[in-house]
């Protein structure tokens, strides 16, 4: 771990065949106005011309922005090889297609002095599409006022990435970055909330989420496999009972629902073991225990996989959807 440069922000960038979004990712950085800071490039093993970029932004900017190479091992390693190296007082994770606004370390720094409890700060997010269009107000609940990760974090990821600066004390305390392909910024994000990290907000726009069709750092194809979702799921519900979050509340509620609709698409492409292993954690949260009690049990009956895919007909010949116990997440379309 690197020597502690008091008031320095380090910016970690994991990079994956993304170079032009990467030079505009560091220029943003650079465009701070707050000082002083180090941009920390993690190459996480490209196979474009990504390598020589981030070499040649630190042959440019000696001194302030800085590279490192790693083998492709994904998102979180990448940002991970980054923080073992950052310097800073306070770190700033920033994804390569997003920008940081030119005021964000200004505002969240003096937020963070002024609240010296709070070990991050947030800001509004703002969203622009492919076309560059703008989103209107704060994106996902950015714009909310919240104090705390938890309880919201267990039926939505409520900011994104470059949203948050946290102290370096922190991300120390946190450890280090999950191996998941998907969602590693998620389960970071739940170890946080289980530190019960109070949060400082600014009301200003702070940062640019860009949805872009391009190469994700995450990959591509299904979202999370069944072992890793039992790792997801199963550190987002332990970070909640730590966090103390009611295992009677709505969004603990919401989580068993989640879990238990997740555990159903297992069994429907066939990984038994998985989906019996999720449905398990699933019955753990009240109120849904006998209704999962009596689907495991028809599941041994018919088989697994059968049972999902019926589950699933039934639904769609119900025209089941969405309904008022279940809240709504951020890439939900409108209620209908």
Request: hydrophobic content about 40%.
């Amino acid at each position: 771990m690197s020597i502690v440069v008091d008031t320095m922000v380090s910016v970690i960038i994991p990079a994956y065949n993304r170079s032009a979004m990467l030079r505009e990712a560091v220029q943003s950085a650079l465009n701070q106005t707050y000082r002083p800071i180090e941009v920390i490039i993690s190459n996480d093993g490209s196979s474009d011309d990504t390598r020589q970029v981030a070499d040649e932004l630190h042959s440019t900017h000696s001194g302030v922005v800085f590279a490192v190479h790693n083998a492709n091992r994904g998102a979180g390693p990448a940002r991970e090889a980054g923080r073992l190296l950052a310097r800073g007082e306070f770190i700033q994770y920033l994804d390569s297609d997003d920008l940081l606004l030119p005021r964000k370390f200004e505002w969240q720094v003096a937020a963070l002095r002024d609240q010296p409890a709070c070990g991050a700060c947030y800001g509004f997010i703002r969203l622009v599409d492919e076309q560059g269009c703008v989103r209107p107000g704060p994106y996902k609940g950015s714009g909310d006022g919240l104090e705390s990760l938890f309880p919201r974090l267990l039926y939505d990821r409520w900011w994104n990435t470059d949203c948050a600066l946290f102290r370096r004390t922190v991300c120390d305390a946190v450890g280090p970055w999950s191996d998941l392909r998907f969602s590693q910024d998620w389960e970071y994000d739940a170890r946080v909330g289980a530190l019960k990290v109070p949060l400082a907000a600014v009301k200003e726009y702070v940062c640019v989420q860009r949805q872009h069709a391009g190469v994700r750092q995450t990959g591509h194809g299904q979202w999370l496999n069944g072992p890793d979702q039992i790792r997801f799921f199963g550190k987002l519900y332990e970070c909640a009972l730590t966090a103390g979050v009611s295992p009677t509340s709505p969004e603990m509620q919401h989580f068993g629902r989640w879990m238990f609709f997740a555990a159903r698409q297992l069994a429907s492409g066939g990984d038994d073991e998985a989906a019996r292993k999720l449905l398990h954690l699933a019955e753990q949260v009240p109120r849904q225990r006998i209704q999962l009690a009596l689907y495991r049990h028809i599941s041994r009956l018919l088989g697994w996989q059968r049972t999902a895919r019926l589950s699933a007909r039934l639904n769609q010949w119900t025209g089941r959807r969405c309904g008022n116990q279940t809240l709504r997440q951020s890439w939900m379309p409108e209620r209908r």
